[in-house]
């Protein structure tokens, strides 16, 4: 009898598990492609972000701590960029333009800095211009503390909204049972900042007590995707699960994403972390993956450059290496394809000046899609 | 009887030695276990099987088994490339990690002492030390 009772509540588990939200294998591979895949930059090691200048060159991090400048066909590598810690997933990491770069000529920058009185490090936000091949001018904005020689989840993803504010993304720093909730605390957050590093006076924590007053969500694990909406101009975020529950959420201002209170994954062990999936006053991702892909990079396509892409969202994985594209209804995820499959780890993906997508992947280098009519 | 005395200190400096080395192996282990949750286990998963054709298994691996240089520099420069584990080709790139040479020689000791792998000399930090890039 005891066992009969086991049996089905086992079952009723089992049927929650297999009605879970749209799996890996769900990912379809089209039947005709719209696009051929050319390697546009070669011999890239780990092209962590990439950003297009006005004249159309590019702009590439090496986590390894190298600024490259590709233009008309060749590399060089950018002078007086900032000292960068090595170690585990911490590097160099994003690179965004202002939005006004043309008249301001700012360049912004995340990457791992061993900075400050502790041992390890943590991630640093600052901006600079180009002036010769080098960076000039150089103000750092925002340095996380404390320093820890952990070696996961420094994030880290740059972005603009319409209204000028910047955007950027910590990892918990592997310390998810402090870092994420306690918004005294860096890590597991996402940060809002008017664009020379000033605190805007309407951030959601800045009458709490002792909070880190740039936090604009919390309870993230590890953000390694952030974009503006080009429709709506609101932030997604995609972020990193443990094993299974990578998600994609968007960014509301003082809102808890959950980690580790709720997740849909478990842990590496196999373990479970919580039985949460939902919890009142926590938000739910709008998609979730399990098994994880692993994003990294966001780019929403807005033109017709490509049959159908338009206003789907393409995301790199590192776990699967493809490139998927998720097929939107308002804020709905409809269908998934599967892209560029066994290329390698796709660690970022732009939509380019010319509305052509380009797709960073390691140990490969910047690949352009070609559309097939 | 003159014997005694000399063998009986022997004996007991060679105890000694071996416990002393056996304990040292544990703690490494045990230290190396941590540096595996932090660095390791997102991508080579708890179980050391890793992810086939993408992320080589460290449990049972015959790379690990037969090319212990390779597999210290591997994890003190990094790796890219191809590589073949255990009859599947792998070509995937793995970062340099920016452990300290004790920090490798211990995560070292806990893979090789895991998931069924058994070695027969541990690995020392001036072993990892001795490899250049």
């Known amino acids: 009898m005891k066992n009969s009772i086991v049996l089905s509540l086992l079952f009723v588990v089992i049927l929650n598990y297999s009605c879970a939200q749209d799996a890996e294998n769900k990912a379809t591979t089209p039947n005709s492609p719209v696009f051929k895949a050319e390697l546009f930059v070669d011999e890239l090691q780990i092209p962590w972000g990439f950003t297009f200048l006005p004249d159309k060159s590019i702009l590439i991090t090496e986590k390894g701590g190298e600024l490259i400048h590709f233009l008309n066909g060749k590399k060089s590598i950018i002078g007086n960029i900032p000292e960068v810690y090595q170690r585990g997933q911490g590097g160099l990491l994003d690179i965004a333009l202002h939005p006004n770069y043309n008249e301001n000529g700012w360049i912004y920058l995340t990457y791992a800095s061993s900075e400050g009185e502790e041992k390890g490090g943590h991630t640093a936000l600052m901006r600079a211009k180009l002036d010769n091949n080098s960076l000039t001018n150089i103000e750092q904005l925002y340095k996380a503390v404390p320093n820890t020689t952990k070696g996961q989840h420094f994030g880290s993803r740059i972005a603009f909204d319409n209204d000028g504010y910047l955007y950027f993304s910590i990892g918990e720093r592997g310390n998810r049972d402090i870092n994420p909730q306690d918004i005294t605390r860096d890590g597991g957050k996402i940060y809002r900042l008017y664009d020379d590093g000033r605190i805007p006076e309407d951030n959601p924590f800045v009458d709490v007590d002792g909070a880190k007053t740039a936090i604009f969500s919390y309870g993230h694990r590890n953000p390694q995707g952030l974009i503006k909406h080009p429709i709506t101009g609101e932030i997604w975020d995609n972020e990193h699960g443990p094993r299974g529950g990578d998600e994609i959420n968007i960014i509301k201002k003082g809102a808890n994403y959950g980690w580790p209170l709720t997740t849909y994954g478990i842990n590496y062990s196999g373990t479970p972390i919580t039985d949460e999936t939902t919890m009142e006053g926590m938000e739910q991702p709008i998609h979730y993956w399990v098994p994880s892909i692993a994003p990294s990079g966001m780019a929403f396509v807005t033109s017709d450059t490509y049959k159908d892409w338009k206003g789907s969202l393409l995301v790199g994985s590192l776990a699967f290496q493809y490139l998927e594209r998720l097929v939107l209804e308002g804020d709905k995820v409809v269908k998934r394809e599967k892209l560029m499959a066994d290329l390698g780890r796709v660690r970022a993906v732009q939509e380019g000046p010319d509305e052509l997508i380009y797709v960073a992947v390691e140990g490969k280098g910047i690949y352009k899609l070609i559309p097939i009519k | ?133």
């Open chain 2, 1 to 133: 009887m003159k014997l005694i005395l000399p063998l009986y200190v022997l004996t007991v400096f060679t105890l000694g030695f071996l416990l002393y080395q056996e304990s040292g192996l544990k703690e490494s282990i045990k230290k190396g276990s941590e540096i595996y949750t932090d660095f390791c286990v997102n991508c080579h998963l708890d179980n050391g099987k890793g992810v086939p054709f993408t992320y080589p298994p460290l449990a049972k691996s015959d790379y690990l088994e037969k090319t212990r240089e390779a597999s210290i520099h591997a994890v003190k420069f990094g790796l890219q490339g191809e590589i073949i584990v255990n009859g599947l080709t792998y070509n995937n790139t793995m970062t340099s990690l920016g452990l300290e040479d004790e920090e490798i020689a211990n995560v070292m000791n806990f893979i090789m002492n895991s998931w069924g792998n058994t070695q027969t000399k541990m690995v020392t930090e001036k072993e990892v030390s001795a490899i250049e890039k």
